[in-house]
């Protein structure tokens, strides 16, 4: 099968047997892109998700495979959002369904839950961050049970709505006050596990790899530490946007900063001073529930 993650920043593809993970593609598509002020996905975003389904036909195999698409916080919030989907599937006959939040988180644990088994980590409990480009999900879990929270910021609506390093530290400050109400009972001795893009390239730079020779492997169970992301955000935030499209990726070289400055304010939410970085999320979790229902 084919899993696509369509979020609000990137569109994410991999394909599935149970058993073993096969090619994967992805592609950043900014469908949040100005979301946060005209509460519509444009016209922009929608070319730029169909060119990415069209690319990813060209690496893997969709005439074989079931297709299992899921749609996030983007469309979630958008008023447009049936109807750019309507488009999608006309053009492209692939259907996507829009999920809760809720949904996302647990399908997100899951990937995650499932790639610390394969490299042997198992905590009795832990802190799972997972920063979107709309929104961030919080999810708790132990033995007591799973917790999971949304906030409705991420780094392309927090990105384009600062217009300045002050008011991007003021958003970054509402942030991190967001994040001690959604879970006031953090504390640093229950292990961090951060997901998703931002936390990804820090640790792939620090690493040693630019953005087209990215190995997930490397990435994942890497040990990032607080210093070394203020490190990155310093290196990064030095360089003329050309070269800094190298590490993380053109359509985020103005992203990653608020990405980087969201990643350090989920550890000051606890003093956390480093994390446990795993590369797999809602679009290997898709995966994984299609083949537990079958």
């Known amino acids: ?38 509460q519509r996905i444009g016209t922009n975003a929608l070319e730029r998700i169909l060119y990415a389904i069209d690319e990813a036909r060209s690496v893997l195999d969709f ?4 297709v299992v698409a899921y749609a996030t916080a983007a469309m979630r919030l958008a008023l447009n959002s049936e109807e750019i989907l309507r488009e999608i599937e006309t053009k492209t006959a692939i259907h996507f369904t829009v999920i809760d939040a809720e ?18 980590i198992s905590p009795d409990s832990f802190i799972l961050a997972d920063i979107g ?49 959604a879970l006031p009972n953090l504390s640093s001795n229950t292990p961090l596990i ?10 792939a730079y620090l690493l040693g790899m630019d953005y087209d020779h990215y190995d997930p492997e490397k990435v994942n169970g890497f040990h990032l530490k607080l210093y070394e992301c203020y490190r990155v955000y310093d290196e990064l935030l030095a360089m003329d946007g050309v070269r800094r499209c190298t590490y993380v990726g053109v359509g985020r070289e103005n992203l990653i900063i608020a990405g980087i400055l969201m990643v350090t304010s989920i550890y000051d939410a606890a003093q956390w001073e480093e994390a446990i970085i795993i590369d797999d999320g809602l679009r290997e979790g898709i995966a994984l529930e ?3 229902r079958s």
């Open 1 to 38: 099968m084919i899993a696509i993650d369509l979020g609000s920043n990137t569109i994410r593809f991999i394909e599935f047997d149970g058993n073993t993970w096969g090619k994967s593609f992805e592609k950043i598509v900014k469908t949040a892109e100005a979301l946060h002020t005209t």
């Open 63 to 66: 005439s074989s495979h079931t």
């Open 103 to 120: 949904k996302e988180a647990f399908l997100t644990l899951m990937a995650v839950r499932y790639r610390l088994e394969q490299l042997n």
């Open 133 to 181: 480009g709309g929104s961030t999900e919080l999810i708790s879990f132990s033995n007591k049970g799973i917790e999971s929270v949304s906030i409705n910021m991420g780094i392309v609506t927090v990105s384009e709505s600062a217009d300045s390093l002050i008011a991007l530290d003021e958003k970054i400050e509402v942030f991190k006050n967001k994040i001690k109400e």
């Open 194 to 203: 951060l997901s998703s893009g931002t936390p990804t390239t820090i640790s």
């Open 290 to 292: 299609y083949f537990t």
